[in-house]
């Protein structure tokens, strides 16, 4: 029998590659998200994706979501929680609060409620599994970027107390911890930097690896098929987990992590307008 996925923020960027190496092994999939021209697109290029609208800040769009979805599909087997805002680059002291909240509001409040509706479906497949894509900032911090942090670590401490709740159940949980992950948005926030410090974007790229022994940025492809194994059978084994897919930046201390040399990872953002959200700010 076929997996049956939900994946939230899947209609572009990293969820939508999550989704299409699903329905590439013929999985079910469904995806919500905010952005509707965005799902309607990713439904023309992803065979058979189920696509439904929801604000993963709101409560009752989340049951409803999960609820419709988990309908659609004839169950659950895998929760993708995808979803996730980055929020303000600024000192503490320095921070909005409603910045902050809303970060929260999305970041760890959407994927709690997401779960907490999920659950009950998982709990009837054979095999559950969910994945909480966490970052290499919930790990190791940044400066200047407080509330995206603290989202990111506190979902590590969700996925790590999940695993010990849902064992019983035969259901998984793992969270992984992208680094900087190539794509446009990357290029964007390197070359505003550039032009922020007055120097070229080769420059901002070169301080960027110097962070990682690997000197590359992430391919969205290999954090899809890096989640494809933890929820396949050759994953039954592995929960409660933080697994980073960084390029070995995290062999950096954290006095490497400079602000202004370190891109923050690709989060997708397109689960929430984040109107509050900075220019430029992935």
Not at 155 to 180: C, D, H, M, Y
């Amino acid at each position: 029998m076929s997996q049956r996925v939900l994946i939230t923020a899947g209609a572009s960027g990293i969820g939508k590659e999550i989704a299409s190496a699903y329905a590439a092994i013929g999985a079910q999939v469904c995806v919500c998200d905010i952005n509707e021209r965005a799902m309607e697109s990713a439904a023309r290029d992803v065979p058979g994706l189920k696509t439904i609208v929801c604000d993963v800040s709101k409560r009752d769009d989340i049951e409803r979501m999960v609820a419709t979805s988990a309908k659609a599909l004839g169950g659950l087997d895998v929760l993708v929680n995808n979803a996730g805002i980055a929020g303000q680059t600024a000192p503490v002291e320095e921070s909005d609060p409603d910045q902050w909240e809303a970060v929260m509001k999305v970041d760890v409040l959407g994927t709690f409620n997401v779960t907490r509706h999920s659950i009950p479906h998982l709990k009837k497949s054979a095999a559950g599994s969910i994945v909480i894509m966490s970052s290499l900032g919930g790990r190791f911090g940044y400066p200047n970027r407080s509330a995206y942090c603290t989202a990111k670590m506190g979902l590590i401490g969700f996925a790590k107390t999940l695993s010990r709740e849902l064992g019983q159940f035969n259901i998984r949980v793992n969270a992984i911890a992208p680094g900087a992950v190539a794509g446009d948005r990357i290029e964007r926030v390197l070359q505003g930097r550039a032009s922020t410090e007055h120097k070229t974007l080769e420059e901002e790229r070169a301080a960027a690896m110097n962070l990682q022994s690997l000197k590359r940025f992430v391919d969205p492809k290999d954090i899809a098929a890096l989640i494809l194994f933890l929820t396949s059978d050759a994953g039954k084994s592995i929960s409660g987990q933080v697994l980073p897919i960084d390029n070995d930046a995290q062999s950096s201390s954290a006095g490497d992590l400079h602000p202004r040399a370190l891109p923050e990872p690709d989060v997708s953002l397109s689960t929430h307008p984040a109107p509050i959200a900075q220019p430029g700010t992935p």
